[in-house]
C-alpha cells in the first residue's frame, strides 16, 4: 500500500497514510502483541519500499528506461513542498517548482472569497449538492479543498451537523478502545479528502461511518452483557453466603 501511495505522488494520501500508522503505533505501544506486529508492519514496509526503489533503478540501469517516473516523485514530493516552504517563509525559491500546489492555492482562495460574496442565508444553509459547479464559482474547477466545498455546498449548519456526526464517532470509538480498520480508513478518507473535493462527503466515507457506528454499538451491548452478567454473579453470590 505504500509503494502504492509513493508511485501516485499524491501528497495528501502519503500526508494521511503516515498520520495513520503514527496513529495506530501509539494505541499499540502499550500492548506487546500490538508492538510485535507494528514492528512487523514498519520492518516489512522498510524493506518492501527500499527493495522497490533498488529494483526499479537496476531495471531502469539495464533497460536504458527514461527516469521521467523517479523525476516525477522528486519533484512532487519534495522540490515543489520545498518551494511552497520557501515561498511562505519569505526566502528565494524557483517559481518551476511551484506546479500544481500553487494552482491548487488560487482555487482554495477563489473558493473563500466566493463563499464571503454569498448572501448570509447560502453561508448559513448552504447553495446545495454540485452547486459550486452549476454556478462556476471556480471558473470550471473544484476548489480542492474539502471543508470550502462542504461550508458552500451545505452551509454552515450543515457543516457542523458534518462535523458532530465525524467527531463523535470517532472520540466514540477511541473512548471505547476500539482501533479498528474501519477508524483507520476512516481517519485516512478525512485527511486525503481535505485536500480533495467531495471525498469527505462521498457514499464510501459514510459507509465506514455507519460501520463504526454499528462496531461501537456492538461493543457497548457487550459491555453491557458484561455488566448485567457480573451483576447476576455477585447476586448468586451473595444468596449462597
Known sequence: ??????????????????????????????YREGRKKILKIVSFS?????????LFSTISMYFNLDSKFVDE????????????????????????????????EEAAAQAYDAYM??????????????GFIARNMGHGLNPHNGILLILIEVGLVGFLIYLVIILGVIIQSIRLGSVSPSLAVLLFIIIFGIGQNNELTSVTTFLFVFTMIAENQYILAEKRKQ???MKKVKKMKMGVV
Do not use: C, H
Not at 76 to 103: F, H, K, T
Not at 118 to 128: K, M, R, S
Open 227 to 229: 455488566v448485567v452478567g
Open 117 to 130: 460574496n454569498l448572501p448570509v442565508i447560502e453561508q448559513i444553509f448552504g447553495i446545495g449538492n454540485n
Open 46 to 54: 522498510v524493506a518492501a519500499a527500499t527493495i522497490g526503489i533498488l
Open 73 to 104: 516523485v522528486l519533484f512532487r514530493l519534495v522540490d515543489e513542498p520545498i518551494a511552497i516552504l520557501q515561498r511562505a517563509m519569505g526566502q528565494n525559491y524557483n517559481i518551476q517548482n511551484l506546479g500544481s500546489m500553487d494552482w491548487r
Open 1 to 30: 500500500m505504500f509503494i502504492g501511495v509513493l508511485m501516485s505522488t499524491s501528497r495528501s494520501a502519503l500526508m494521511a497514510i503516515i498520520v495513520v500508522v503514527l496513529f495506530v503505533v501509539m494505541k499499540s505501544i502499550n
